[in-house]
């Protein structure tokens, strides 16, 4: 194995044996739209119902059924493609790919081939250092799924589930701007959180929401490019840079062991890590397209396109960025909220009016923490945005310290209650009335003449061991600021 | 008996609002005609009972005054047309046992106009062929013989691929018949047959639950006995339908209402182009004839007859013969034993393919099967498929360029009358041939009508075409109602039910 070391540089390289290798990776990412109706039927595009549930005549492919376009997946596409500040084409053609295959009722895929609906455009990703790049967008077409085929489910046949059959993808094509598996992770991390911001896929990789075609070659810095392998159906981020990562060594073995890259179509082994062999160029299939003559060409009105660009949610970097300016908040804290927009909208909903940043604090570090130890998601939390914000509006009214805060915050995820019920529940108030404070100032003072003595005396110190007497005696809800000005008046008074 | 059987659509109708028949005197009528007809195969399937009950139910109706376009009207239903719980095949033995679980949109509109179902009707396989001979059924018979010359005594076709429809429609075994027609199928047998047929505007008749064959060519449309009933069964046909992307949502001109404006008053001043690349090598005189006697026709009712240029139409057949079979082989891929119709298992799903369709498919389809993959094959498609669909447009500019000058052309409908019964089939190419006047419509997706217009002198049919503007359907029913009258086509074929 070739040892994977990424050097700081723009461009990373990787060392092999023989020198360095400049490593060129293009994505392809299906991403099923958003849609509770397929793309060419009225069937239900839902994930999760009983084999051949959601199957219309047109998904089977009955004699003389026609397919009809779903303009609401027409609509999420042309959104997608502004989200991704890209080109979006008023004319786009429908073709027919045609192969044969069992879960492949009409015996053809409906895709766009030559004129797609969106064209060139870019994102902008954010790597681990903070630094960003822009990765181009050569494409985005809009195409049926096909079906399941199940091999075992009976010894000597194969299981159709045409539930599949139909669902509308949008088929989104890089440009080979990728030079690491880190590069690629981030650029499938920030196109699935545009995808979310804008609603038009759901981006549930595990459900088969989202699934990526890595294409990978390596070469030496500046030489023309190597041959590409496909690796398909990649449906984790993790699987992605898995892939990448082994896909790189392995060419890169390959060429310093004097052999050839050959062009050909790869699947991931998800148990061993490593990729295999599907089928060579040789074998691939000639598709035959042609414009489906069942569907007219699709033609968007520009006022139309013009009114989804107006009204396009705010998206992800936008929303980082008014974070900063608006709540005044880390670059850090602020991508770590704005990826996904629940976290945003939940996190506004807090912060509103209050100390802004202590909301981040508390939900980047206290909240993430225990929903993560307790494996829940922020959707399903038991502490709301607004007992949060409560919570966070205790310390800073002086209600409560921090640190019995973390107590108050602990019975909140248990309990669900409110952090001002806990407070009084528990009896957690902050004591800041001074005549009491005095009281107790008084008692410890009486009881410790010596070290008064010693305090007095030029031992500053033990300054500190009065405030912790104070506060043991207080049940630690004396508060510290009130106790300190007191104690130094009464001390050195 | 007769009397009923002579009745046009038309008729019918009048006489059943009348009372003078009922539905089901019509219907048991035409049940009877088939039976006696059976011989020329015809009906592939035959629902008489269905048609009984159609019929009372037609004639409760009529009783109540509820009465639709088409009430009581039997129809026999070319099999490319999918029918709820009727078997349909298209012909092919691939589509042995489908029964549909839904209804094709255009019989649909027949039956919500109350006409009555008779069956199912031969028709070439997957309506590939030009003589009802590729049909999974056998062949269909003319009901017209030669009554001299070389023909004489020979079984002939009655043109295809809506054969058993026309040969249906000649014998009198159904009152009207719809055909699809997707380079002439409708046109060349309703003039082997002495009937007329009308190709509408593509898109004027919903595909949906139509077997497709070449989805940008196929149009479905009515075979009948005169004008008036194609003028009628028409207006029950059309429809726009939100399930067919390529269906019209413009009205239908009245037809009714233009039949009776140019009976009543002519066609003066109306513009008829000739074109003159339709005079093609080996046609016969008695066609040149017949097409000059149509000019003069029409020219008597006033129109004003212009020789005209459409320079590309040379090219028409090649370009269909491109187009049509890249359609058809993507569109036949999903008959692949999976999911419905003839399975022939295999040791794996490419051999079960194989053969399955191997057994499946006739000859003539597997061979447009092959010429379509090959034109759109890599390395090919830039060769034949984009240079068909160049032409194709260049075809659609020939007829927007002489249209701005003419209302409508005359030309012959077929290069021939019928022919012989196993004559062509061994010669493809030939057969082919026989689309060279009605293909250029169905590449241009304009409407054409053929009218009976005479006899040959063997005494076998032959018909003239007009081919009008998209959506001019009503120009097409006014010329061929003077060619019609001019004609007095009264002919009935000797193997006619009576």
């Known amino acids: ?493 | 008996m007769s009397d009923i059987l002579s009745m046009t659509a038309v008729a019918a109708r009048q006489a059943l609002d009348n009372k003078t028949i009922s539905a089901v005197e019509l219907t048991e009528a035409y049940i009877k005609a088939a039976d006696d007809t059976a011989d020329n195969n015809a009906y592939v399937l035959r629902t008489s009972d269905k048609a009984m009950e159609m019929a009372k139910a037609s004639d409760k109706r009529l009783a109540k005054g509820e009465a639709g376009l088409l009430e009581g009207i039997p129809i026999g239903i070319k099999d490319m047309f999918c029918t709820q719980g009727v078997e349909t095949t298209a012909s092919s033995a691939i589509l042995k046992g489908f029964v549909p679980p839904y209804e094709s949109t255009v019989t649909e509109n027949l039956w919500q106009d109350g006409a009555v179902m008779l069956g199912k009707i031969n028709c070439d396989e997957f309506a590939m062929g030009s003589a009802n001979e590729t049909s999974a059924f056998g062949a269909v018979t003319n009901p017209w013989i030669a009554s001299e010359g070389p023909l004489q005594g020979k079984a002939l076709t009655p043109g295809g691929s809506s054969g058993g429809s026309a040969a249906a429609m000649a014998a009198r075994s159904t009152l009207l018949a719809p055909g699809t027609d997707t380079g002439g199928s409708i046109r060349q047998p309703a003039a082997f047959c002495g009937l007329v047929g009308m190709k509408p505007t593509y898109g004027r008749c919903s595909r949906r639950g139509i077997v497709a064959f070449a989805s940008s060519l196929d149009q479905a449309g009515p075979i009948t006995r005169d004008v008036a009933d194609c003028a009628l069964m028409m207006t029950s046909m059309a429809s726009y339908d939100s399930g067919d992307s390529t269906s019209i949502d413009a009205p239908l001109p009245d037809l009714m209402d233009a039949f009776a404006t140019a009976k009543n008053a002519g066609i003066k001043g109306m513009r008829i182009g000739i074109p003159d690349e339709y005079t093609v090598d080996g046609m016969p005189d008695q066609i040149a004839s017949l097409w000059e006697t149509g000019r003069k026709w029409l020219e008597d009712a006033g129109a004003v007859c212009v020789p005209v240029s459409l320079p590309h139409t040379q090219y028409a057949l090649p370009a269909y013969y491109i187009i049509a079979p890249a359609e058809a082989s993507s569109n036949l891929a999903r008959y692949d034993g999976v999911r419905y119709g003839q399975r022939v298992d295999g040791a794996s799903l490419d051999d079960m393919y194989a053969k399955t369709r191997g057994a499946g498919f006739g000859d003539e389809v597997k061979r447009r099967i092959l010429i379509g993959t090959y034109v759109l094959s890599a390395g090919y498609y830039d060769a034949y498929y984009i240079k068909a669909q160049k032409v194709r447009r260049l075809i659609q500019n020939d007829f927007t360029n002489v249209f701005a000058d003419v209302d409508a052309l005359l030309t012959p409908s077929t290069p021939s009358a019928a022919f012989a019964l196993g004559d062509e089939s061994k010669d493809p190419l030939s057969m082919f041939l026989n689309d060279v006047f009605t293909v250029p419509a169905n590449l241009a997706g304009i409407p054409a009508i053929s009218v009976p217009a005479g006899l040959s002198s063997d005494g076998l049919p032959l018909g003239l075409q007009l081919i009008a503007p998209s959506l001019r359907e009503d120009t097409l029913i006014k010329g061929a109602a003077i060619l019609e009258s001019a004609a007095g086509f009264d002919h009935v074929a000797s193997g006619a039910a009576s």
């Open chain 1, 1 to 493: 194995m070739t040892d994977i070391a990424t050097s700081p540089a723009t461009s990373p390289l990787v060392e092999g044996r023989t020198g360095q290798w400049e490593v060129v990776i293009g994505l392809e990412v299906h991403a099923q739209v958003s849609s509770q109706a397929k793309l060419f039927s009225g069937s239900s595009a839902t994930f999760g119902a009983g084999p051949n549930e959601h199957v219309s005549l047109v998904d089977a492919a009955m004699p003389g059924m026609l397919p009809v376009i779903n303009r609401f997946c027409v609509e999420q596409a042309v959104k997608t493609g502004l989200g991704l500040n890209a080109e979006i084409n008023l004319f786009s053609v429908f073709d027919r790919k045609n192969y044969f295959y069992a879960d492949l009722p009409q015996g053809y895929q409906i895709s766009q081939f030559k004129q797609p609906i969106v064209g060139e455009g870019s994102i902008t990703i954010t790597l681990a250092d903070g630094t960003t790049r822009d990765i181009g967008i050569e494409r985005l077409h809009l195409e049926q799924d096909a079906g399941k085929s199940m091999h075992d489910q009976h010894p000597t046949k194969s299981y159709i589930d045409l539930n599949r059959s139909g669902v509308a993808l949008m088929e989104i094509v890089s440009r080979p701007d990728m030079h690491s598996a880190e590069e690629a992770a981030a650029y499938v991390t920030k196109l699935r959180s545009i995808l979310r911001f804008l609603g038009t896929c759901d981006g549930n990789m595990e459900q088969g929401s989202m699934r990526a075609d890595c294409n990978v070659s390596v070469r030496r810095p500046g030489a023309e490019l190597g041959t590409r392998t496909e690796t398909k159906n990649l449906n984790s981020i993790r699987f992605i840079a898995q892939a990448i990562n082994s896909e790189v060594a392995r060419q890169i073995e390959v060429i310093e062991d004097g052999g050839t890259i050959h062009q050909e179509t790869r699947l991931f082994d998800t148990s061993t890590g490593q990729t295999r062999p599907m089928r060579s160029k040789e074998d691939a299939h000639d598709y035959r397209y042609f414009p489906d003559p069942d569907l007219l060409p699709l033609e968007l009105d520009a006022a139309w396109v013009e009114h989804l660009r107006q009204n396009l949610p705010e998206l992800p970097d936008a929303l980082r960025q008014r974070l900063m300016d608006q709540f005044g908040l880390s670059a850090y804290d602020a991508v770590l909220i704005s990826e996904d927009r629940q976290t945003a909208a939940w996190y506004e909903a807090a912060a509103a009016g209050r100390d802004a940043k202590l909301v981040a604090n508390w939900l980047a570090v206290e909240l993430f923490g225990a929903l993560n130890r307790m494996g829940l998601d922020l959707a399903n939390s038991p502490v709301t945005p607004d007992q949060l914000g409560q919570l966070v509006d205790r310390i800073s009214d002086g209600t409560i310290s921090g640190r019995i805060a973390k107590d108050v915050f602990a019975i909140m995820l248990e309990s669900g209650d409110d952090p001002d019920q806990v407070i009084e529940a528990k009896g957690f108030k902050q004591v800041s009335d001074t005549g009491a404070i005095e009281a107790m100032i008084d008692t410890v003072m009486a009881e410790n003449t010596d070290k008064v003595d010693e305090y007095r005396g030029g031992k500053d110190k033990l300054f500190g061991f009065f405030v912790g007497q104070i506060m043991k005696a207080s049940k630690g809800q004396a508060n510290p600021g009130v106790v300190n000005d007191l104690l130094r008046q009464k001390l050195d008074g």
